[in-house]
């Protein structure tokens, strides 16, 4: 079968696709363009090519064979023709013609297509902030970016630095500065938490934490940028937020992304709300003969069943094949997304699929979303370190709406979230959790894994048999001292348990949980007692069995003292407290 595609865009979806049409019909003729001269890289990279993870901006352009993904590799070894620095200004659809502008010389021409994939990724959002053109205010967009900022570090001409956005770009070029060049960042964010749309804001306060400890990273939270300031030679000198001026030599704009859809817009090609082209399961926009994947589309989230915008160059990867296959004929679908991430940041991992507590309430979804703290691993194995789960079901319903986790063993953290991504898709319903099959070898997992422990948890408290309390609320208990109306139960053994009597008696009393149906009578009636542990376990069982002598008038701290200390507000002096 002869046919002619032409290609706009070659980053992710545009080389997959094409690459895979040549691979199902040889004879095909395959033509891409693209804007810059690099091409076929790994955008994701940047912030490791500046940490200088990834040596040279080869790492990012090459092939797993160290072969340079460059116009004469995708014709020698793909046989497509790829023209770089040329720009699709213009698709005329009745003509089913491309109009392409060589940028070095201005001349224009008309490519001729039976089919159009369009792959124009996304643009950076630069906020309308004065002194925003001055030298060295540089997004993070594409490979030129990523040289400016990294070549400027590392001729030493940056000892400080702004960062503004703390999503998931700004956040990993904070720490490339930071950690290897030792640069002194200070990390700028509106919103009230870090990771704002993807992280849990619960867990997004423990890595907050995380960050607060290393050194030469400042975090500004609820943060006003009010002004880029420059010198008399045009470059930056400091940035102004909230009144205070910060003195600074480089600022990295991190302020997100838009799907790049103009160039579909003018051709009369249907868009979403978001700014994303829309494209049905087929991948096909309004216009059957085009065809559309990456960052410039519009997909539909599989939990609300609603449009959804997600950058990533992995489903960028996978509806590039997608294309490719219906392009030549197949039925191939990609039904959407449910909105899976993670992030590593100084040896802290944070991973999320579906959504979060925040976001099912937003969608007016009555759900359950308890902490649960436990080893990711058997907890006698020397490897093994805590995680934190949250596990988000729909009441009623017991659907699961998704998962966040923490954890110092990146491995482990994506590994439960990845399990539970798949599953969503499916309309899983909370027993899938607590019943699926995980791997077991105690060097890798725990005999209940951590990720069914979080859904036995869901059960308990659905079942009303456990009424947990949050680090945030137990914080702001205990400062209420002991005028206030509760006081706190620690149901571990007196040699963890001794420290906070010394500090906080009587607001803060002691029952082992295995002697607790012993001294019942000692358990207070006319305060609310919270029930405290290392981790949350032992305090439920004694919950349960409070509960089975006719005592209601509890809370079980949710992930235990284990959980406090990672939410920032630590019980005791940091050197009064057990590890």
């Known amino acids: 079968m002869s046919l002619n595609v032409v290609i706009i865009g070659a980053v992710a979806a545009g080389p997959k696709a094409g690459c895979r049409i040549k691979r199902l019909l040889p004879d095909s003729s395959v033509t891409m363009l693209d804007r810059d001269t690099y091409?076929?890289?790994?955008?994701?990279?940047?912030?490791?090519?500046?940490?200088?993870?990834?040596?040279?901006?080869?790492?990012?352009?090459?092939?797993?064979?160290?072969?340079?993904?460059?116009?004469?590799?995708?014709?020698?070894?793909?046989?497509?023709?790829?023209?770089?620095?040329?720009?699709?200004?213009?698709?005329?659809?009745?003509?089913?013609?491309?109009?392409?502008?060589?940028?070095?010389?201005?001349?224009?021409?008309?490519?001729?297509?039976?089919?159009?994939?369009?792959?124009?990724?996304?643009?950076?959002?630069?906020?309308?902030?004065?002194?925003?053109?001055?030298?060295?205010?540089?997004?993070?967009?594409?490979?030129?970016?990523?040289?400016?900022?990294?070549?400027?570090?590392?001729?030493?001409?940056?000892?400080?630095?702004?960062?503004?956005?703390?999503?998931?770009?700004?956040?990993?070029?904070?720490?490339?500065?930071?950690?290897?060049?030792?640069?002194?960042?200070?990390?700028?964010?509106?919103?009230?938490?870090?990771?704002?749309?993807?992280?849990?804001?619960?867990?997004?306060?423990?890595?907050?934490?995380?960050?607060?400890?290393?050194?030469?990273?400042?975090?500004?939270?609820?943060?006003?940028?009010?002004?880029?300031?420059?010198?008399?030679?045009?470059?930056?000198?400091?940035?102004?937020?909230?009144?205070?001026?910060?003195?600074?030599?480089?600022?990295?704009?991190?302020?997100?992304?838009?799907?790049?859809?103009?160039?579909?817009?003018?051709?009369?090609?249907?868009?979403?709300?978001?700014?994303?082209?829309?494209?049905?399961?087929?991948?096909?926009?309004?216009?059957?003969?085009?065809?559309?994947?990456?960052?410039?589309?519009?997909?539909?989230?599989?939990?609300?069943?609603?449009?959804?915008?997600?950058?990533?160059?992995?489903?960028?990867?996978?509806?590039?094949?997608?294309?490719?296959?219906?392009?030549c004929g197949g039925q191939a679908t990609f039904p959407g997304a449910v909105g899976s991430f993670c992030i590593k940041l100084f040896g802290l991992s944070f991973a999320r699929t579906g959504l979060n507590q925040a976001q099912a309430e937003q969608e007016g979804l009555n759900c359950v979303a308890p902490l649960v703290v436990q080893a990711d691993r058997a907890h006698f194995h020397p490897d093994n370190k805590l995680m934190y789960l949250k596990l988000v079901v729909e009441k009623g319903t017991r659907r699961v709406l998704g998962l966040t986790a923490l954890g110092e063993n990146g491995d482990a953290v994506v590994g439960r979230v990845n399990a539970v991504a798949g599953l969503l898709p499916k309309g899983a319903v909370l027993e899938d959790i607590s019943n699926l099959e995980l791997a077991y070898s105690p060097p890798l997992g725990a005999a209940v894994d951590v990720l069914n422990a979080a859904a036995n948890t869901c059960e308990n408290m659905l079942a009303g048999k456990l009424r947990p309390m949050h680090p945030e609320e137990f914080s702001r208990r205990l400062a209420e001292g002991v005028g206030g109306n509760t006081v706190f139960l620690d149901m571990r053994a007196i040699d963890n348990a001794k420290p906070f009597l010394e500090c906080l008696a009587p607001q803060w009393c002691h029952l082992p949980q295995e002697t607790l149906t012993q001294h019942l009578d000692e358990v207070p009636r006319d305060k609310d007692v919270v029930l405290v542990c290392n981790s949350g376990v032992r305090s439920y069982e004694g919950q349960v069995m409070l509960d089975a002598a006719g005592i209601h008038n509890t809370y079980n701290l949710s992930g235990g003292v284990a959980a406090v200390k990672k939410w920032g507000e630590p019980i005791l002096p940091v050197k009064d407290q057990e590890e």
């Open 39 to 327: 091409i076929s890289y790994g955008g994701c990279g940047i912030p490791f090519y500046v940490s200088g993870d990834v040596a040279d901006l080869k790492g990012l352009t090459s092939t797993s064979f160290h072969m340079e993904r460059n116009p004469a590799f995708f014709k020698g070894a793909k046989g497509m023709d790829v023209l770089v620095g040329t720009e699709a200004v213009a698709i005329d659809r009745a003509a089913k013609t491309v109009r392409a502008k060589d940028l070095a010389t201005g001349q224009e021409k008309a490519l001729p297509y039976d089919k159009l994939v369009i792959a124009t990724g996304s643009r950076p959002f630069v906020p309308p902030i004065p002194g925003v053109e001055l030298e060295g205010v540089v997004p993070v967009a594409d490979l030129h970016h990523a040289e400016a900022i990294k070549n400027a570090v590392a001729q030493g001409q940056v000892g400080s630095a702004a960062v503004i956005g703390a999503g998931a770009t700004g956040l990993e070029m904070a720490e490339a500065l930071a950690d290897l060049w030792g640069v002194e960042v200070h990390i700028f964010e509106m919103a009230p938490h870090i990771l704002p749309g993807l992280g849990d804001a619960e867990m997004a306060r423990m890595m907050e934490c995380h960050l607060a400890e290393q050194e030469g990273m400042n975090l500004h939270l609820s943060a006003k940028v009010e002004a880029i300031l420059g010198d008399d030679e045009g470059k930056v000198r400091a940035i102004k937020a909230d009144g205070v001026e910060y003195e600074v030599e480089q600022v990295v704009l991190a302020t997100g992304y838009r799907p790049n859809s103009g160039l579909a817009q003018e051709a009369g090609l249907e868009l979403e709300a978001n700014g994303g082209i829309r494209v049905n399961e087929l991948m096909q926009t309004n216009d059957p003969d085009i065809y559309a994947g990456g960052d410039c589309v519009s997909l539909t989230n599989l939990i609300t069943g609603k449009p959804i915008y997600i950058p990533a160059g992995s489903l960028a990867n996978r509806m590039g094949r997608v294309i490719a296959t219906n392009v």
